[in-house]
């Protein structure tokens, strides 16, 4: 994998998309709260060593909002990645107050007819889940998630507390 490259077209993604308003997310930005995290230095991507469920046993957080863990597609299937992102959520990082949340050009997602997917690389997003839940529950309280298909909110909330409840 070339980590350079994928770094430029992660932050080339965040910037250019997800934290860009877009009409079809009733002029909300993917991720509103991306900006400020990129901005603020909280933002770290990394290259990710072994596989998904290996790196993230031991994954410190610190200061940082969030970790992309980036890999290349072509070594790990979207089935087999999503499954070690599931396992180590469950086992690691859910009790320890974290989350992982998969993105691999295998499974695309998408909200409202917008694809979210980066599209290019597997990453794995670690994130507080407090302050995760936390997020959550501001932008639904502004109705950040309406319109969006059920299907994909069950998928999106798995493992954290749904927060339009």
């Known amino acids: 994998m070339n ?17 860009q308003p877009n009409a079809q997310l009733q002029g909300w ?14 933002f770290e991507i990394r290259p990710g060593r072994i596989d998904p469920y290996t790196d993230l046993m031991t994954v410190e957080m ?3 909002m969030v ?10 299937d979207a ?3 999503n499954q070690q992102i599931d396992a180590v959520n469950q086992a690691f990082l859910l009790p320890r107050n974290m989350i992982a949340l998969s993105d691999h050009p295998g499974s ?4 409202n007819g917008v694809l979210m997917n980066q599209g290019t690389w ?3 997003f670690v994130q507080h889940l407090d302050k995760l839940n936390q997020f959550a529950r501001l932008l639904a309280r502004q109705g950040y998630y309406e319109g969006w ?17």
């Open 3 to 19: 980590f350079e490259q994928a770094q430029i077209d992660i932050l080339l993604w965040v910037t250019g998309f997800v934290e």
């Open 29 to 42: 930005a993917p991720c509103p709260y991306a900006r400020k995290a990129r901005l603020d230095k909280q």
């Open 62 to 64: 610190k200061d940082l």
């Open 67 to 76: 970790i992309a863990y980036v890999y290349d597609p072509a070594d790990i």
């Open 79 to 81: 089935r087999e990645f």
């Open 108 to 111: 695309p997602e998408q909200a």
């Open 122 to 124: 597997a990453i794995a």
């Open 149 to 165: 298909s059920e299907d994909y909110l069950g998928e999106l909330f798995q493992g954290r507390e749904d927060p339009r409840q």
